[in-house]
């Protein structure tokens, strides 16, 4: 499989198309790093396209991620990315174990994207879970989290209603 060519081959990308190129990535870490280079490149589009398989991907064989977490950390200042990129890279971190020398960019990202109200509601709800997964380790955060969590409970969507609920849920019963 040409990776680039299926990935920019359609007009909208499915989800098909998106699991068949996460499977076939999966199959080596050979195919993988040609996945990430894509996820990585600076080609807005082929970047986007990317994501969700990188997303799948990583779903289904974790430790192919564990070169790359540190590259995913810097997708995330990054402003020149669609924000798939940005949603997936999140998606990734809160379901991973992040090396401790990435923890304090990780959580700045996150608290900077659950403190703008432009940004996406997927990122955010992705934040807030990493910052959870983080505040075990770093029980400091835990009143900024919930202050936070609180204090746009009111405005905020659904999906950041529910997770920050269960957040909030979770560190009751610590």
Known sequence: ????????????????????IAEFACSSPKNF???????LAKEYRLAQRAAWSVSWATRKKPELIKPY????????GRTDVHRAVIRNSVRIL??????QE???????????????????????A???TTLFNLSKLYPAI????KLIIESNLENETA????????????????
């Open 1 to 20: 499989m040409n990776i680039k060519e299926e990935l920019l081959k359609e007009k909208i990308q499915t989800k098909t198309k998106a699991l068949a």
């Open 33 to 39: 790093k040609e996945l990430m280079k894509y996820f």
């Open 69 to 76: 977490i540190k590259d995913l950390v810097v997708q995330l």
């Open 94 to 99: 809160e379901a991973i174990e992040i090396p």
């Open 102 to 124: 990435l923890h304090g960019d990780v959580m700045n990202a996150c608290f900077t994207f659950i403190g703008k109200p432009a940004t996406p509601v997927a990122i955010k």
């Open 126 to 128: 992705f934040s807030l």
């Open 142 to 145: 835990k009143n900024e989290l």
């Open 159 to 174: 999906a950041f209603k529910s997770r920050g609920k269960k957040i909030l849920q979770a560190f009751s019963k610590k």
